[in-house]
């Protein structure tokens, strides 16, 4: 076997954000007429035009924003809801999204209803599916950002390089790629999921044939015919591996601790559906929070593990039917029954 028709994929797990320390009203009416000035953007600009163009290092802020994904930016849409104007968010990268920005394997997509999947104060009835894919959520993450104007208090391109707390000021200091900064409130959105989660695997150096993390998908690289392995089988492998398995010549698999599957009902939204959420908003309203409450008792269930049998049950026979060889479904049954 040649070493280029080799080719490991690996996924990566995902933990969640954090805010610090809420701002002070002191700038407020201050810094109104200034954002108000710079918040109207034309549309027809990039993502990048849209966002500042210019930076003021050592200017202080109330509150500056780490990351313009998902968290970010319903912290700045809070922000401006609240009264607070004089914020910035800092975002590495060029593009908003964070998560659905650079996660781009193939099926990926979100585990969460698109219903609930989405912010409270910005409903959208124009899913394709009952659980959307990456692309139609990064679309509407940016139509976000253009409808509610956040793009202009974003710096794109401006990475934080560290934050420290000066007691005597009572701020925070940031230095960034594009300067200083200094806030009383910093809020950090940024989010574990968009790094690779890289094992420490001896010897994986040495490997020569293609390598790539499931987070840094090449689509550059053609799958078809090749001997490939996954490590791994947390929620990005069982989305991209059944993509890949009809390309692979060989597809090895290695898993340390198996995961629960259940089957996912993705139905289409059919243009009926859609324009019945787009005439009724409290029907949409209402499916939110049933499905909000059912994903409730599934977390209550995790604490009172007997209560989740029936979900246990259909798990294994999901397995059943899709596993014939009783070895290989027994290596592929969690041996354990979440808790938290």
């Avoid at 401006?80 to 060029?94: F, I």
Wanted: glycine content about 8%.
């Amino acid at each position: 076997m040649k070493q280029d028709d080799q080719v490991t994929l690996q996924t990566v797990a995902e933990p969640a954000d954090l805010v610090l320390k809420k701002p002070s009203r002191k700038a407020k009416s201050a810094s109104a007429a200034s954002a108000r000035a710079g918040a109207n953007q034309p549309n027809s600009q990039t993502t990048e035009q849209r966002g500042r163009s210019t930076t003021m290092p050592g200017r202080v802020y109330d509150t500056i924003i780490i990351g313009a994904g998902i968290s970010g930016l319903a912290a700045a849409y809070k922000l401006n809801q609240a009264g607070y104007q004089d914020y910035l968010v800092l975002e590495k990268a060029g593009r908003v999204g964070g998560t659905w920005r650079d996660n781009t394997y193939p099926g990926c997509g979100c585990d969460v209803p698109s219903a609930l999947y989405s912010f409270s104060f910005a409903p959208s009835h124009g899913w394709s599916h009952l659980f959307a894919k990456q692309p139609e959520i990064l679309r509407y993450l940016e139509d976000v950002a253009t409808r509610f104007q956040l793009y202009a208090k974003i710096e794109f391109h401006n990475e934080l390089q560290d934050a420290r707390w000066n007691e005597t000021e009572q701020m925070w200091g940031l230095n960034t790629s594009k300067g200083r900064y200094r806030a009383r409130t910093v809020i950090f959105s940024t989010g574990p999921i968009t790094e690779p989660q890289l094992p420490k695997i001896k010897g994986i150096d040495s490997f020569k044939g293609e390598m790539f993390h499931s987070a840094r998908w090449n689509h550059a690289y053609d799958l078809r015919g090749k001997r490939i392995a996954v490590i791994g089988t947390g929620a990005s492998a069982i989305q991209f591996i059944p993509k890949i398995q009809p390309l692979a010549k060989e597809l090895y698999i290695f898993q340390r601790t198996a995961p629960w599957v259940l089957p996912k009902p993705d139905l289409p939204l059919n243009q009926m559906m859609k324009s019945t959420l787009a005439k009724f908003p409290v029907i949409q309203q209402r499916w939110r929070g049933a499905v909000s409450q059912s994903l409730n008792l599934i977390n209550f269930g995790l604490r009172h593990p007997p209560l989740l049998e029936p979900v246990n049950v259909l798990s294994r026979q999901l397995l059943k039917l899709q596993v014939k060889d009783p070895a290989l479904r027994q290596a592929v049954t969690p041996q354990f029954f979440g808790r938290l």
